[in-house]
C-alpha cells in the first residue's frame, strides 16, 4: 500500500530547544503563508515528525526489557540532566500547535473553508494533547502555556500549573479535538491515512485518563473517579464507533501485513515507507537483535498457558529442559514476541541460541524482525510502520477502568474488551467464575493481559509508576533465561543460586518512592525560570 508523505516546513518551526515556547522570527511571513489549505497541512505535517519511533526501548526503563548495559532510569542511579529532550521537545510541539491554533484565522480570511481549517486546528490541539500527557507522566506540575509567546511574555517566568489544571487542558484538547476530525472511514485508505482521526483523539483520551486516574487511585491524591469514569466513557465511544477491530493474527501486527487501513486495529500509527527508493523514514532492525532491548525472566513468566492459568497454577506446565520447551503450552503471543529456535533471525538464517553478548538475558525479542529486510536492498533498513495506539489498547483500558472504579468487572464487559483479545490469543475467557475457581486475582489477570499484549511498546514503564508497583519491581535484580548446559554454545553468564542467567545484581538498583515517581526537570530550565520548582527529591 502507497502510504502518506508526511512533508513539513522544517524551517518554519525551529526554535531554541532550551527554552519553553518562544517564538522566532519566522522565515515565511504570515502575510505570505496561511492563504490555503496546503498552507495549512504544511504546518500540521511538522506535528507528526514528533510521534515516537524504532526502536522501542523504553521498555528498559521497567522491569521488562534490558539491554546491553544496564539502564539509568529503571536502576535508579540517574542525576538531573542540564538539559533534556524529554522535557524540550514537547514544548517544540506545543508552541507549533498553539501558532496553528492562533494563524487559522488568517486562513478564514483568506476562503479557506471553514470545516477544512476546522480539521487543521483539530489536528494541532490532538498534539498540543500528546505533548502535555507526556511531560505530564514524566514531571507533574508543568508549565501550561496555550497561546505563542513572545521574548517578553510573563508566561516564560511563571510557576508551573498544578497537573490537576494541565490534564483538564488536555481533555478540552481532545474533546473539541474529537468533535471536529474525520473518522478513519471518512479519512480513507490513500493519501490521508495516517491523520489524526476522530478514534485517535478519542483513544489518547482513554489513555490519559486511565493514567490520571489509577495514578490518583494509588498514589493517593486527586479524583481518581473522576478521571477513571472519562477513560471507560472515552474508550466505550471507540468501542461504539465501530471504525476499529482487531487484526486475526497477533504476529503480523508488526509486519509489512499489518500496515495501512486494512489493519484495523490501527489507530495511530508511525509510518515509515515502502522501500528505499519511496521511504519517509527507516529503522535499522538490527538494534532489535544485537541487544537494544531483550526480554527479561519475569515477563517470560508472566505469559500464561494456553488453558490460561499463570505458569504456577496450570497442570500444562513442566519444568523447561531446554530453550524451545520455554514456549511449549504457551499463549501463542509469547512466541510471536520472543525468537525461538527455527524463527527467522539474521538475513533469512533461523534463530539458534542467544548470543549473550548482545542477547543479554538470554532471550530476544521477535516484534517488528523481518529477516528479509537485512538483504539488499534495505541492508537492515525496515519500513514497517510503528503502531502507537491500537484498538486492543482501548480495550484494555475499558476493562481496567471499569474494575478500577469499584474493584469489580462483569463477565459482559469483560466479553466487550480483554475476552477479544484473548480469544485471538486462543486463550480461555477471562470470566469471573474462571479468577474464583482457580485462586487467580481479577486485577492482577486484567494487569497480566495488558503487559504481554503490549510488550515492547512502550506502556509498561507507565504501567508501574501509574499502579505504584515501580518501587516494588525495579528494585529486584534483573534475571534472564535459565542456562540450559548445552543451550548457548561456549557461553558462560554469570547465573544466580537458581542457575539463571544473573544480568544485573538488586545491590545496583534502587528505586525511591519520594522522588523517583516523578522525573528531574532540567537545570536549565530551573535556572531559565527561577519560579519552577525541582520535583521532590532531586538535587
Not at 59 to 74: C, L, P, Q, Y
Not at 80 to 94: F, G
Request: neutral net charge; hydrophobic residues 40%.
Amino acid at each position: 500500500m502507497k502510504k502518506f508523505k508526511i512533508q513539513y516546513l522544517l524551517f518554519f518551526f525551529l526554535v531554541s530547544a532550551c527554552e519553553i515556547d518562544r517564538l522566532p522570527e519566522n522565515t515565511v511571513s504570515d502575510e505570505s503563508f496561511w492563504k490555503s489549505e496546503n498552507d495549512l497541512r504544511a504546518a500540521a505535517n511538522y506535528l507528526y515528525t514528533f510521534l515516537p519511533t524504532m526502536p522501542t526501548t523504553s521498555d528498559n526503563w521497567s522491569d521488562d526489557g534490558f539491554a546491553m548495559v544496564a539502564n539509568d532510569i529503571s536502576s535508579g542511579t540517574r542525576l538531573p540532566p542540564a538539559t533534556a529532550t524529554d522535557y524540550s521537545s514537547p514544548y517544540l510541539v506545543i508552541r507549533a500547535a498553539n501558532n496553528i491554533i492562533e494563524k487559522s484565522a488568517l486562513a478564514l480570511s483568506a476562503g479557506v473553508v471553514p470545516a477544512t481549517v476546522d480539521i487543521y486546528v483539530a489536528e494541532a490541539r490532538f498534539f498540543r494533547a500528546w505533548a502535555y500527557l507526556q511531560l505530564l507522566q514524566k514531571y507533574g506540575d508543568v508549565p501550561l502555556v496555550l497561546t505563542t509567546l513572545s521574548e517578553d511574555s510573563e508566561e516564560l517566568t511563571s510557576p508551573a500549573t498544578p497537573r490537576a489544571q494541565v490534564i483538564d487542558a488536555i481533555y478540552n484538547d481532545l474533546d473539541a479535538s474529537s468533535s471536529k476530525l474525520p473518522t478513519a472511514t471518512q479519512r480513507g485508505s490513500t493519501t490521508n491515512y495516517g491523520r489524526i482521526t476522530k478514534t485517535a483523539a478519542l483513544a489518547l483520551k482513554a489513555r490519559a485518563a486511565l493514567f490520571e486516574g489509577t495514578r490518583a487511585k494509588f498514589h493517593k491524591y486527586g479524583e481518581p473517579a473522576k478521571h477513571l469514569n472519562l477513560a471507560a466513557k472515552a474508550a466505550k465511544d471507540v468501542i461504539d464507533s465501530k471504525e476499529h477491530s482487531l487484526l486475526s493474527d497477533y504476529f503480523n501486527l508488526f509486519q509489512y501485513a499489518g500496515e495501512g487501513r486494512q489493519n484495523p486495529e490501527n489507530i495511530l500509527v508511525r509510518q515509515y515507507g515502502n522501500s528505499m527508493t519511496d521511504q519517509i523514514l527507516s529503522h535499522n532492525i538490527g538494534s532489535i537483535i544485537n541487544g537494544s532491548s531483550n526480554p527479561t525472566k519475569v515477563l517470560i513468566d508472566s505469559y500464561l498457558m494456553k488453558d490460561g492459568l499463570p505458569i504456577s497454577k496450570s497442570p500444562l506446565y513442566t519444568t523447561p529442559k531446554g530453550h524451545t520447551e520455554i514456549f511449549a503450552n504457551r499463549d501463542p503471543r509469547l512466541s510471536a514476541t520472543v525468537m525461538k529456535q527455527g524463527d527467522q533471525y539474521f538475513q533469512n538464517t533461523g534463530y539458534t541460541f542467544p548470543q549473550l553478548v548482545y542477547h543479554t538475558t538470554g532471550f530476544c525479542f521477535r516484534k517488528f524482525i523481518n529477516a528479509a529486510d537485512q538483504l539488499a536492498p534495505n541492508n537492515n533498513q525496515s519500513f514497517i510502520d510503528l503502531p502507537i495506539i491500537r484498538y486492543a489498547e482501548v480495550l484494555a483500558t475499558y476493562a481496567e477502568a471499569v474494575y478500577e472504579l469499584n474493584e469489580n468487572i462483569s463477565d459482559a464487559d469483560l466479553d466487550l474488551s480483554l475476552n477479544l483479545i484473548r480469544a485471538r490469543a486462543g486463550i480461555p475467557s477471562l470470566t469471573n467464575s474462571f479468577v474464583a475457581a482457580n485462586g487467580l486475582n481479577m486485577r492482577e489477570e486484567i494487569r497480566r493481559e495488558r503487559r504481554v499484549e503490549f510488550t515492547m511498546e512502550g506502556l509498561r514503564y507507565w504501567d508501574i509508576i501509574r499502579w505504584k508497583t515501580a518501587e516494588i519491581e525495579l528494585p529486584k535484580p534483573v534475571l534472564g533465561c535459565y542456562y540450559f548446559p548445552d543451550g548457548f554454545g561456549t557461553q558462560k553468564p554469570i547465573v544466580d543460586d537458581n542457575n539463571f542467567i544473573l544480568v544485573q545484581t538488586a545491590s545496583t538498583r534502587r528505586f525511591d518512592p519520594a522522588k523517583d515517581y516523578l522525573w528531574p526537570i532540567p537545570i536549565n530550565e530551573l535556572a531559565l525560570n527561577p519560579k519552577l520548582v525541582q520535583n521532590p527529591g532531586w538535587k
